[in-house]
């Protein structure tokens, strides 16, 4: 697996949507998590995707957050709407080894990219 990108963060105001990105080469066909790290708490999952397009929210976004992949374009989205304050914080794109997912520890994923800031202002 290549080095994985992530974008589309920015600043927007509660009520809004985000769409953020993952870029990779070589993460076709693996698990694909997208993680939120908190000032000072540990990055939680929120949602992943496995090889076969199966997918899992977290209860906190479901609803509200939809993952996706493009495998034509290397791409894994993380659809964010109605986001609200408490969705603030670095947003990782993580990539597994293996086509299954089975659970969100972030210690199993092993290839991660660099962060995209979320802020979400009421």
């Known amino acids: 697996q290549g080095p994985l990108v992530e974008s589309g963060g920015g600043s927007v105001r509660a009520g809004d949507s985000l769409r953020l990105s993952c870029i990779g080469s070589g993460f076709n066909g693996v698990c694909v998590g997208w993680f939120r790290q908190k000032p000072g708490n540990q990055r939680e999952q929120v949602a992943r995707?496995?090889?076969?397009?199966?997918?899992h929210v977290v209860d906190l976004a479901k609803g509200r957050f939809t993952i996706s992949r493009d495998n034509a374009k290397n791409t894994v989205s993380l659809q964010m709407d109605s986001l609200q304050p408490e969705d603030t914080g670095v947003y990782y794109c993580?990539?597994?080894?293996?086509?299954?997912?089975?659970?969100?520890?972030?210690?199993?994923?092993?290839?991660w990219g660099q962060g995209t800031q979320v802020t979400v202002f009421s």
């Open positions: 995707i496995n090889g076969s397009g199966g997918v």
């Open positions: 993580a990539a597994r080894k293996t086509s299954g997912c089975y659970d969100g520890d972030p210690l199993k994923y092993d290839n």
